[in-house]
């Protein structure tokens, strides 16, 4: 078997796909790609994975050396997500296919939707600046190149399926079609989404809000890591419980900075979520609202939950950020609030005096 000669033409119709994505699709129903379908899939995975998770190193100051086997691993393991899914859709329209008793093998389609995701191959290039030279990732130029980049191959990517699905399916189909792609690509990306939204607003905090609350006046309290004011009538009971980095107390709610678990790859919101589940175990009836402001220099994930707690009502506001590793969360809750909206109120007053002082 001439390898070589296999992987050439595995070459040729990736760059193909690519740079004449026309020609590509009008080929498609004649062609059959086999596996090759599968290693574009797994690899345009890799890729998007491995750009991401520079990004997000670069953005807390890490050197992405020092992640190579976590980078990996996680790389291998959005390239499976991403050819599973792909397999999910392309099965769901060819059975479509089936029952309308209309041509179109599943691995054509298949096909389509995994080469519309090579232009990916390539999105790790720009991110690579940052192996070298780190600093550069809070540089105004290297952000807006960074973003125009992923627009771009977003766009490709979308066009290419767009394009692909129409060359093997009818109209009507390939429309029902897109519609599920972008479902599941939204569903099986979340993560990915999320974590490149937070490093975005890492390198151009601009782009989020300040923390619209008046700050609070009363006593300053300056603990490890961090330093805040708390209104008058509100006590310091640190207990010193694990998790607890400081706990304050008024005659209506508490007050507790935590220490929240995390990774060198993950985002704000990941630090937040782990924050949330602990907290909001026993919930009833529960709500959730979430932003993201900053305050302070601080880029800041601002939850908004509440619900029922053996039968009395609970508001919590939660604001959590990040230096580092170093995830910190001030939990406010209110039991039983005579004015919930002014006890979120208070819980905001107080965040707006928060300083990070050490990692």
């Known amino acids: 078997m001439d390898t070589t000669g296999e992987l050439g033409w595995f070459r040729g119709e990736v760059v193909r796909s690519v740079l004449h ?12 790609y086999g596996i090759a379908g599968v290693l574009v899939a797994i690899t345009a995975g890799i890729t998007f994975s491995l750009g991401t998770d520079i990004l997000v190193l670069a953005s807390k100051g890490f050197a992405a050396y020092a992640f190579v086997a976590q980078l990996l691993t996680d790389a291998f393991v959005l390239g499976i ?20 008793k209309r041509r179109g093998a599943l691995d054509q389609v298949f096909t389509g939707l995994t080469f519309a995701l090579a232009p990916l191959l390539i999105f ?13 990732v809070g540089a105004k130029t290297v952000a807006l190149v960074i973003a125009a980049w992923l627009t771009l191959l977003v766009a490709r990517v979308l066009a290419g399926i767009v394009l692909n699905l129409r060359g093997i399916l009818p109209p009507a189909l390939a429309a029902v079609t897109l519609v599920i792609v972008l479902a599941s690509g939204a569903f099986v990306l ?7 939204r937070f490093v975005t607003y890492t390198i151009q905090p601009d782009l989020v809000p300040v923390l619209a609350a008046p ?17 008058r009538g509100w006590k310091n009971v640190t207990s010193g419980n694990v998790g607890e980095a400081a706990r304050f107390e008024s005659q209506v709610a508490t007050l507790v900075v935590a220490r929240a678990q995390g990774l060198a790859l993950s985002t704000p919101d990941g630090y937040a979520d782990a924050v949330l589940d602990r907290e909001q175990q026993g919930l009833q009836n529960e709500w959730h609202e979430r ?23 609970i508001v919590v506001r939660q ?4 230096a580092g590793r170093q995830g910190l969360a001030l939990v406010y809750r209110a039991v039983e609030p005579a004015d919930p909206d002014a ?3 208070e819980a905001a007053s107080i965040a707006a005096t928060w300083h990070i002082t050490g990692d």
Do not use: C, K
């Open 81 to 100: 997500r991403f050819a599973i899914a792909a397999a999910i859709v392309a099965w769901l329209a060819s059975l479509v296919l089936r029952l309308l």
């Open 124 to 136: 790790p290039l720009p991110m690579l600046l940052l192996l070298v030279a780190p600093d550069l």
């Open 319 to 322: 604001f959590t950020t990040v």
């Open 215 to 231: 700050p609070a006046t009363g006593e300053r309290f300056e603990q490890v890591g961090f330093d805040l004011t708390v209104p």
């Open 291 to 313: 932003d993201v402001v900053r305050a302070n220099g601080l880029l800041i994930v601002d939850d908004r939950y509440g619900g029922t707690y053996e039968g009395r009502p």
């Open 190 to 196: 979340s993560d990915q989404v999320s974590r490149l």
């Open 21 to 32: 994505p026309f020609d590509f699709a009008r080929t498609l129903a004649r062609e059959h």
């Open 343 to 345: 006890a979120l109120a």
